[in-house]
Nanobody
Framework: QVQLVESGGGLVQAGGSLRLSCAAS????????MGWFRQAPGKERDFVAL????????DYADSVKGRFTISRDNAKNTVYLQMNSLKAEDTAVYYC??????????????????WGQGTQVTVSS
């Protein structure tokens, strides 16, 4: 099992920045990639970004490309999501997730094995 704990959400004005953290514990050596997803009220959970744990290769949703940066600290078993130039439409609960192996649907929430509890990000316009 892998446990994930997110932190860093909050309220920020449009154009501002926030950094989310996701600390992993447990059998972290089984993790292939970690991702960030978000879910706004009444909407489905959407892919935001992912990072392949060993290789450090990243992938982003088009809606956040150029504004968000995902990174990792292997020593701390922690993944970060730096969010800049935030917009009102970025408002959502942000979830950290981990997947144990490569999958062609690696952007799909249902492919992920472990989830954090979520952290609220609210961007005021």
């Amino acid at each position: 099992q892998v446990q994930l704990v997110e932190s860093g959400g909050g309220l920020v004005q449009a154009g501002g920045s926030l950094r989310l953290s996701c600390a992993a514990s447990g059998r972290t050596f089984t993790v292939y990639a970690m991702g960030w997803f978000r879910q706004a009220p009444g909407k489905e959970r959407d892919f935001v970004a992912l990072i392949r744990w060993s290789a450090g290769i990243t992938d982003y949703a088009d809606s956040v490309k150029g504004r968000f940066t995902i990174s990792r600290d292997n020593a701390k078993n922690t993944v970060y999501l730096q969010m800049n130039s935030l917009k009102a439409e970025d408002t959502a609960v942000y979830y950290c997730a981990a997947v144990r192996g490569w999958t062609s649907g690696i952007r799909t929430p249902s492919e992920y094995d472990y989830w954090g509890q979520g952290t609220q990000v609210t961007v005021s316009s």
